[in-house]
């Protein structure tokens, strides 16, 4: 069966149990689905539950699942890139393979890089190490609107973050920076990932990040599913940090989100218009300030503001649309450390067009779900994965 749209939201970082290649990552036990319900035995995910949540790895004392719908199915699907950061995982889905993982620098960053970025910029760098983004804040913001300095940190993933006060360094000049860092930072003897602009406000004691933040990514080493669809003439509309992640490659339209609440009522919104093709949805805060901060009943407190949602978001389905809700990594809470954590991710599929939905065997690539999508679309496939569309049955099949 084809579908007309696929709508894939990625709750970012909500991983359902350790890969076998775990203890290589220093991540043996990890299981953020898992611990988060230990910790919090009150943890209600009535919706998701009944698309197959509670049926794809054994979950705290979630013996007595509800009833599966007959229109979902469900299953995990295993990482094989090497690396465990955002991009990785989302590239991954789109139908890559990444090798070689982007370099990280928990000491801070190379001498010659730093004095680069201060000479393009004019001015000088504070802090230079890895650190939480609030705790930063704190220990240099003062500093920040005294000096005028950046503040330039990283953190377990592969980010050169700059924070900037947006009363003492205008906007303007913080993205300008971001390009700069971008460039220097692309070199392969630095190959970082992901540039971030970290605007806050405030004063000292109450700073608070703003939403205003921007990803400068590299680009994919490789057309991904999404360039395959734009250039059929579909539409690929982005929601949140995806265009991001992405750089852009492959998207025709885009919007940034200040919050899961607001990637949740962009998604709805959007299924609610026509369009033809993808629409491809993250929401960072599971793992931005949740799981990096080691929160778990913050964490479950947002997993079930999503599932409150889920039945505003099937509502808007018709029989010519699939939903998707997966993950790209996981981030433990109660794990050891701030980094992510090497998982299996959930999949679960939704259409009013299936009558006999169930179990999906286990995935051995995350690039699955992308071969998925070019087969649905009769788009070039990807150059890793394997299509389980022929798996998904409509009513009146067998």
Not at 300 to 309: G, N, R, T
Request: glycine letters at 10%; hydrophobic letters at 35%; charged letters at 25%.
């Amino acid at each position: 069966m084809k579908f007309r749209r696929i709508a894939v939201i990625v709750l970012d970082s909500v991983g359902i149990g350790e890969l076998p290649d775990a203890p290589d990552f220093g991540d043996a036990g990890s299981n953020t689905l898992g611990h988060i319900a230990e910790r919090v035995p009150s943890l209600k995910l009535p919706h998701m539950r009944s698309l197959g949540l509670g049926r794809i790895a054994p979950i705290a004392d979630w013996s007595h699942e509800p009833k599966l719908s007959s229109s979902a199915y469900y299953g995990k699907m295993a990482e094989v890139s090497s690396g465990k950061d955002t991009m990785t995982g989302h590239w991954e889905l789109m139908g890559l393979k990444i090798e070689v993982p982007f370099r990280t620098f928990p000491d801070g960053f190379p001498e010659e890089l730093i004095q680069a970025f201060e000479g393009g910029t004019g001015r000088k760098v504070i802090g230079n190490k890895s650190a939480s983004g609030t705790a930063i804040l704190d220990e240099l913001g003062e500093e920040q609107m005294k000096s005028g300095a950046w503040i330039v940190y990283t953190s377990a993933d592969s980010v050169f973050q700059i924070a900037a006060h947006e009363e003492i360094i205008p906007l303007e000049e913080l993205y300008e920076a971001c390009k700069l860092a971008r460039r220097l930072t692309s070199e392969e003897r630095f190959a970082v990932g992901r540039v971030i602009a970290r605007p806050y406000i405030g004063m000292p004691g109450s700073f608070q990040r703003t939403p205003h933040r921007h990803d400068y990514a590299v680009k994919p080493p490789q057309p991904t599913v999404l360039s395959s669809l734009k250039d059929k003439g579909l539409d690929v509309i982005a929601v949140g940090k995806i265009n991001d992640i992405f750089d852009g490659e492959g998207i025709t339209e885009a919007s940034s989100t200040v919050s899961n609440e607001d990637g949740i009522r962009q998604t709805i919104e959007r299924l609610g218009q026509p369009f033809r093709g993808l629409l491809f949805t993250n929401l960072v805060e599971f793992d931005s300030l949740y799981g990096h901060r080691r929160d778990p009943e913050g964490y479950a407190a947002a997993l079930e503001q999503f599932d409150q949602a889920v039945p505003a978001l099937l509502e808007q389905l018709t029989q010519e649309d699939l939903l998707v809700i997966t993950a790209d990594h996981g981030n433990d809470p109660t794990y050891a450390g701030t980094d992510h954590t090497r998982e299996y991710v959930p999949v679960l599929l939704y259409s009013p067009a299936f009558g006999n939905g169930g179990e999906l065997q286990p995935r051995s690539t995350f690039a699955d779900l992308g071969a998925t999508i070019a087969d649905n679309f009769d788009a070039p496939p990807p150059p890793n994965g394997s299509s389980f569309l022929s798996m998904l049955h409509a009513k009146d099949q067998s």
